[in-house]
Nanobody
């Protein structure tokens, strides 16, 4: 079971970056996937989450309108497109996965990704990728 992030780097304020999370070793379509971040000296916080069951998404207020999450069940990949980056977006970004389909229980709707993002306790975490935004 593995989550591997890529695409981090340095960019000036106002710029864009695209992060990818490649998943393997589990049934991707049974999971919700989230992006979380941790800035130096701060607690880990949610960024955005998506359910691979129906594509429902949830965004933290701080990134709404600037970041977009998308998931490709055929490629087992989740992409985070980050636009209009700000210095306060500087952090290590982590991909995380949590199983939501259990047996015949197939949850749908916006509460699924919101729950993953708000509870911040997914089953699996990636190793993280650093994003640095300079002013």
């Amino acid at each position: 079971v593995q989550l591997v992030e890529s695409g981090g780097g340095s960019v000036q304020a106002g710029g864009s970056l695209t992060l990818s999370c490649a998943a393997s070793g589990f049934t991707f379509s049974d999971y919700a996937i989230g992006w979380f971040r941790q800035a130096p000296g701060k607690e880990r916080e949610e960024v955005t989450c998506i359910s691979n069951v129906d594509g429902a998404t949830y965004y933290a207020d701080s990134v709404t309108g600037r970041f977009t999450i998308s998931s490709d069940n055929a490629e087992n990949t989740v992409v985070l497109q980050m636009n209009n980056l700000k210095p306060e977006d500087t952090a290590v970004y982590y991909c995380a996965a949590d199983r939501v389909v259990v047996g015949s229980f197939v949850p749908r709707g916006g509460y699924v990704p919101k729950q993953l993002c708000n509870e911040r306790s997914p089953e699996r975490w990636g190793q993280g990728t650093l994003v640095t935004v300079s002013s």
